[in-house]
C-alpha cells in the first residue's frame, strides 16, 4: 500500500540535531504522518521515510520568476473582469488595473497574478479574444512601470502568448494544463514557469457534487501525474508550482481537509501555492456572507500555510496579509527577520 508523508514542520529556534529542512526553507521537522488510502494515519520519525521522498520533501527549491522560494511569497490578485466573485469590475479599466497593481507592489506582493476570465463557480468561458483584450493593456502597463513579476492566470495558450510578449513571467493554469492541449507546449517553447493546479470539473460544474475517494490523496496523485506530464513536454521540474486548488470542485469538508495536511504536498519536490483569500468556504465558517467581510478568515487561513511551509499564497488583501506574516516570523525568529 502506498504512503504519502505529511511533515510536521516547526519554527522553533532550538532545533534539534537530527532534524531536517522544510524544502530548503527556515522550517524543520524531525517527524512525519504517513498517510494510507484506508489506514490510520500514523507519526514516523523523519529518518524512516523513504530516501526517494524524503530529498524531494528537504531540496532547496530554486527561485521561480524571479520568487525567492526559501520563504513565502504573496501573490496579489488582479482581476480584470466583469464578474469575479470578490471584485468583479473594480479593475477592469487599464487606468484602475494598474493603479491596483502599483499599490500590491508596495503593500508587499512578491508577485502580481492578472486574470481576465473568472472561474468563479458558475462562470462561462471567456472568448479567447475578449480574455486577450482584457488582460494584455494592463500586463504591458504593470511591466513597463513596476519591477514587480506578472503571472497570467488562463487555460489559453493564445491569451498566455500574449501574456508572455507584454510581459508576463508566469503561467497559472487552474485547469492543470488540461483544458487547452497547446499550452504546456508554448510553456516549454518560451520556457517559461507554471503553476499547475487541481480543479474536479470546469467552473460550471465544479461544485455541483465534488467526490473523491480521499481528497487529500486524489488530489496528490493528480498533481504528481500532470507534474510528471509537464516535464516530459519539457518544462523543468525546478520550475513547477502545484496548487490543490481548495475551492475548485470541493466541498467544505474537502477545503478543510486539504488544509490541514497540506504540508503533504512537498512530497512533490515542487513549491505549493496556496489560493483561498475571500473563499467561500470561509464566509460559511465565520458567518461572512460577503467576499469582503472574509479577510480576517483569509489571514488566518495564509498564517496556516506559512506555517506548514507554502512557497506562494495568492491574495485579495496583500497589506493585512503581510502584516500578519511580519508578525508571525517576529514571534517565531525574532523582530530582525520579522521586519
Not at 463557480?121 to 472568448?127: K, N
Not at 520550475?239 to 512530497?267: C, E, M, S, Y
Not at 519536490?269 to 483569509?298: D, M, N, Q, Y
Request: hydrophobic share 45%; charged share 20%.
Amino acid at each position: 500500500m502506498k504512503s504519502y508523508f505529511r511533515p510536521l514542520p516547526q519554527a522553533a529556534a532550538s532545533r534539534p540535531r537530527d532534524a531536517f529542512d522544510l524544502a530548503g526553507g527556515p522550517l524543520w521537522f524531525t517527524h512525519a504522518v504517513a498517510l494510507r488510502r484506508g489506514g490510520i494515519p500514523e507519526v514516523v520519525p523523519a529518518k524512516a521515510i523513504p530516501e526517494d521522498v524524503l530529498a524531494r520533501l528537504t531540496a532547496p527549491r530554486p527561485p521561480i520568476a524571479g520568487m525567492d522560494m526559501s520563504g513565502v511569497t504573496l501573490m496579489g490578485i488582479l482581476n480584470v473582469t466583469p464578474d469575479s466573485f470578490s471584485d468583479g469590475g473594480r479593475y477592469l479599466d487599464p487606468d484602475a488595473a494598474v493603479a491596483q497593481a502599483r499599490r500590491m507592489a508596495e503593500d508587499g506582493a512578491g508577485i502580481i497574478d492578472v486574470g481576465g476570465e473568472s472561474t468563479r463557480p458558475g462562470a462561462e468561458t471567456v472568448p479567447v479574444d475578449e480574455e486577450i483584450r482584457r488582460v494584455r493593456g494592463p500586463i504591458t502597463a504593470i511591466a513597463a512601470g513596476l519591477s514587480v513579476p506578472i503571472s497570467i492566470d488562463t487555460r489559453k495558450a493564445p491569451v498566455a502568448e500574449a501574456a508572455l510578449d507584454a510581459g508576463a513571467a508566469l503561467v497559472n493554469d487552474v485547469a492543470g494544463f488540461t483544458f487547452d492541449a497547446n499550452l504546456a507546449p508554448l510553456c516549454a517553447t518560451r520556457q517559461a514557469p507554471v503553476c499547475v493546479m487541481h480543479a474536479q470539473g470546469d467552473p460550471q460544474t465544479m461544485q455541483d457534487a465534488p467526490r473523491y475517494d480521499d481528497v487529500r490523496l486524489d488530489v496528490y496523485d493528480f498533481l504528481s501525474e500532470r507534474v510528471e506530464a509537464l516535464v516530459a513536454q519539457g518544462i523543468a521540474r525546478n520550475q513547477i508550482l502545484v496548487d490543490p486548488g481548495i475551492g475548485f470542485g470541493k466541498t467544505l469538508d474537502h477545503n478543510l481537509a486539504l488544509l490541514r495536511d497540506i504540508a503533504v504536498f512537498h512530497g512533490l519536490g515542487c513549491p505549493i501555492l496556496l489560493g483561498a483569500s475571500r473563499k467561500k468556504f470561509i464566509g460559511t465558517i465565520c458567518g461572512a456572507g460577503t467576499a469582503e467581510t472574509r479577510v480576517a478568515g483569509s489571514v488566518a487561513v495564509a498564517l496556516h500555510g506559512a506555517s506548514l511551509g507554502i512557497q506562494v499564497i495568492r491574495v485579495h488583501d496583500v497589506r493585512e496579509t503581510c502584516q500578519a506574516l511580519k508578525m508571525w516570523r517576529a514571534i517565531e525568529w525574532g523582530i530582525e527577520n520579522g521586519a
